[in-house]
């Protein structure tokens, strides 16, 4: 198991930010069952608190701001092991997902739509939450 | 199983290509283990190709060109399931991968970095094929 507190964030393993111009993606997977749950973005701060915290964080390109994952819903993810790729520029996150959905429309993956051979969409998987009351809209 | 040959490539399903300046995040997952492989970037193109074709097609950013994963190697990536995410912003391919290794470096996963705790990293996985072997270089 992965502890960031062991660390106290002085990651002497550097990222490649500049081939993002700043923001890799970063893949969290479920670190029991493997399922893909979310594609998100790290920004440097993002990957910092995340090695420092052990809790996912992402930079949210649509609000332009530090995003704690789970801060509004709860659902936070807990972070087991952190992988990086050949070309270091994307990172891999297994984590346990609090709350059993990762996705802010209360399915378990974000990954919930698959594409058919004919072309058409279906929705796989089912809603852990309904986020008319997890957010309060 | 998911066939591309089945559907002629007339996919109704529409991505977000808005997003990503016209290439999106693509994570190829290996079907049967669920072990992540690698994540590359998909065009419109490589998209439709990879639907026509039922075989990973990717967009090269450092090329700057279509690349028909494997054409060098012939570890081609054959497609069992396509899913999207939310925003329709992000692809995961369920792939079988041929050869048994997705990196270029000639291990079954890119993601063969571990972070531990304190910051150091170290090679997780074997290789499966020797890259210099199988590129020429």
């Not at 993810?77 to 709350?99: A, F, H, S």
């Not at 209360?106 to 089912?126: D, L, P, Q």
């Amino acid at each position: 198991m992965w502890r960031g507190s062991e660390s106290g964030g002085n990651a002497m393993f550097e990222l490649d930010f500049k081939k993002g111009d700043g923001i890799l993606p970063a893949i969290a997977q479920d670190h029991r069952s493997g399922k893909v749950l979310m594609l998100a973005y790290m920004n440097n701060e993002a990957w910092q608190r995340t090695l420092e915290t052990g809790e996912a964080h992402y930079w949210s390109r649509s609000r332009q701001e530090l995003w704690h994952k789970g801060a509004t819903s709860g659902n936070i993810q807990i972070v087991k092991e952190i992988l990086v790729d050949c070309d270091r520029d994307t990172i891999l996150i297994k984590v346990e997902q609090k709350g059993g959905a990762a996705c802010h429309l209360g399915y378990e993956s974000c990954f919930h739509r698959k594409i058919a051979g004919n072309g058409e969409e279906r929705i796989v998987g089912e809603r852990i939450f309904d986020p008319e009351k997890v957010y309060n809209r």
